[in-house]
């Protein structure tokens, strides 16, 4: 299958997606977090519909289903769950995208001009985009991020649905779509019901590099450092204010400075990362991401914590340090042994696209890493966006669109296959 068929389609489809304000919010009950989720969904319930998938509809939490009937022949093939989730990172602003295509990309830096100051995608920093001259690369104008974390990926679905609904003749399974809410902020599948799913393997498309294939992700945790003190008149403070800042001050001054932090660790090694502080003298919370392949290693991170929170404690007597650590999602590794199948045919489905498979732990998480935990055993495909979260988001539509050749050649093997 040529990615040249797929281009303009894909690529279509996902500057309309982007123009969709999905981003989502950390911290609020409801669920989809913000309001532009749902109105997405309801656009892609309608264009799945039209398509002629078979049950299509959004549940009362936001999710979106479908389903692509097998090919003849191949009812009894195992079924196959694609997701891709609808909602952009709360770290940059994602309303009023201003895309911009750089046809036949010449290799040179890509200045955006859109925001407060220009920024520059140096090609020199980033090898991605290097590797990517005489590409179409689609960017912002530096103002917002893209959204092809992960728009690329709901895009990239649409068209692998329009075109088996086309072309029924083609070889493949039983296939689930399903669009997600909420992924960036750690609820993508807390309501997720496997019984409306109802398959035997799955895979999001939420990876970055062409022919990445990833199986592995960080156990994570966030921790809520709540730090309490005393206000008073601070004209008459002696002996009685406390200032909750500097108690927040004196813990993030205790955090190692020579490791466990992301801007020293790669790889397999693991961090602590202080993301948002927000306070006054009564009251001041951290939030900080605890990140690592290994769940133990996660369970030395919360006893340091509390280490550093019984130090503080003792400098301020009076003073209150509290730390709530909250579980947010697990390795998927283990779980993706429980069905080898799920790895061993996406890599072969990359092979047969002419491409080097690429099998790498991710120094994230996705939905694919719940749904593994949760028994649905879901590796991360490439969707094609990098620089994810930032005003210098980028994706290439040649990408995007071999991304839809290898979903192809994944529902062709898994078709052959038994239950």
């Given at each position: 299958?040529?990615?040249?068929?797929?281009?303009?389609?894909?690529?279509?489809?996902?500057?309309?997606?982007?123009?969709?304000?999905?981003?989502?919010?950390?911290?609020?009950?409801?669920?989809?977090?913000?309001?532009?989720?749902?109105?997405?969904?309801?656009?892609?319930l309608?264009?799945?519909?039209?398509?002629?998938?078979k049950?299509?509809?959004?549940?009362?939490?936001?999710?979106?289903?479908?389903?692509?009937?097998?090919?003849?022949?191949?009812?009894?093939?195992?079924?196959?769950?694609?997701?891709?989730?609808?909602?952009?990172?709360?770290?940059?602003?994602?309303k009023?995208?201003?895309?911009?295509?750089?046809?036949?990309?010449?290799?040179?830096?890509?200045?955006?001009?859109?925001?407060?100051?220009?920024?520059?995608?140096?090609?020199?920093?980033?090898?991605?985009?290097?590797?990517?001259?005489?590409?179409?690369?689609?960017?912002?104008?530096?103002?917002t991020?893209?959204?092809?974390?992960?728009?690329?990926?709901?895009?990239?679905?649409?068209?692998?649905?329009?075109?088996?609904?086309?072309?029924?003749?083609?070889?493949?399974?039983?296939?689930?779509?399903?669009?997600?809410?909420?992924?960036?902020?750690?609820?993508?599948?807390?309501?997720?019901?496997?019984?409306?799913?109802?398959?035997?393997?799955?895979?999001?498309?939420?990876?970055?590099?062409?022919?990445?294939?990833?199986?592995?992700?960080?156990?994570?945790?966030?921790?809520?450092?709540?730090?309490?003190?005393?206000?008073?008149?601070?004209?008459?403070?002696?002996?009685?204010?406390?200032?909750?800042?500097?108690?927040?001050?004196?813990?993030?001054?205790?955090?190692?400075?020579?490791?466990?932090?992301?801007?020293?660790?790669?790889?397999?090694?693991?961090?602590?990362?202080?993301?948002?502080?927000?306070?006054?003298?009564?009251?001041?919370t951290?939030?900080?991401?605890?990140?690592?392949?290994?769940e133990?290693?996660?369970?030395?991170?919360?006893?340091?914590?509390?280490d550093?929170?019984a130090?503080?404690?003792?400098?301020f007597?009076?003073?209150?340090?509290?730390?709530?650590?909250?579980?947010?999602?697990?390795?998927?590794?283990?779980?993706?042994?429980?069905?080898?199948?799920?790895?061993?045919?996406?890599?072969?489905?990359?092979?047969?696209?002419?491409?080097?498979p690429?099998?790498?732990?991710?120094?994230?998480?996705?939905?694919?890493?719940?749904?593994?935990?949760?028994?649905?055993?879901?590796?991360?495909?490439?969707?094609?966006?990098?620089?994810?979260?930032?005003?210098?988001?980028?994706?290439?539509?040649?990408?995007m669109?071999?991304?839809?050749?290898?979903?192809?050649?994944?529902?062709?093997?898994?078709?052959?296959?038994?239950?």
């Open positions: 299958m040529n990615k040249e068929l797929f281009m303009s389609e894909v690529c279509e489809h996902f500057l309309h997606y982007v123009s969709f304000d999905t981003k989502s919010v950390e911290d609020m009950e409801a669920y989809p977090s913000s309001e532009g989720q749902l109105v997405l969904g309801k656009e892609l309608k264009e799945l519909t039209n398509l002629g998938l049950n299509t509809f959004q549940d009362e939490h936001g999710y979106i289903f479908g389903t692509i009937p097998a090919s003849a022949g191949c009812e009894k093939a195992p079924v196959v769950a694609l997701f891709a989730h609808m909602d952009t990172s709360p770290e940059k602003s994602g009023d995208i201003k895309p911009i295509i750089h046809k036949n990309y010449d290799g040179a830096p890509i200045v955006l001009t859109g925001g407060e100051a220009p920024l520059t995608i140096d090609p020199a920093k980033d090898a991605n985009l290097a590797a990517k001259k005489g590409e179409d690369i689609i960017t912002s104008d530096g103002s991020l893209l959204g092809a974390d992960d728009k690329a990926g709901v895009a990239e679905i649409m068209t692998l649905a329009a075109y088996l609904m086309k072309h029924p003749e083609v070889p493949h399974p039983e296939i689930r779509v399903v669009y997600t809410c909420d992924e960036e902020v750690g609820r993508g599948v807390d309501f997720l019901d496997l019984k409306k799913v109802n398959a035997h393997v799955g895979y999001t498309l939420d990876g970055e590099t062409l022919g990445e294939i990833e199986g592995e992700t960080f156990s994570a945790d966030v921790a809520i450092i709540t730090c309490r003190g005393f206000n008073t008149h601070p004209g008459y403070g002696k002996g009685q204010l406390i200032n909750s800042i500097k108690l927040a001050a004196a813990f993030l001054e205790l955090l190692p400075h020579d490791s466990l932090a992301p801007e020293l660790t790669e790889g397999l090694e693991g961090f602590l990362h202080p993301y948002v502080i927000e306070g006054g003298i009564d009251s001041t951290i939030k900080i991401l605890l990140r690592d392949f290994e133990s290693k996660l369970l030395e991170y919360r006893a340091l914590l509390n550093i929170a130090k503080v404690r003792a400098r007597p009076g003073g209150e340090v509290e730390v709530n650590v909250k579980e947010q999602y697990r390795n998927m590794r283990e779980g993706l042994k429980k069905e080898p199948r799920a790895m061993a045919l996406a890599n072969k489905a990359v092979e047969m696209a002419g491409l080097t690429v099998n790498k732990s991710i120094r994230g998480g996705t939905d694919g890493s719940r749904l593994t935990a949760m028994g649905l055993p879901t590796p991360n495909v490439f969707a094609g966006g990098h620089n994810f979260h930032s005003a210098k988001e980028w994706v290439s539509i040649q990408d669109a071999m991304a839809v050749v290898v979903m192809l050649n994944m529902m062709d093997l898994w078709a052959k296959e038994q239950p």
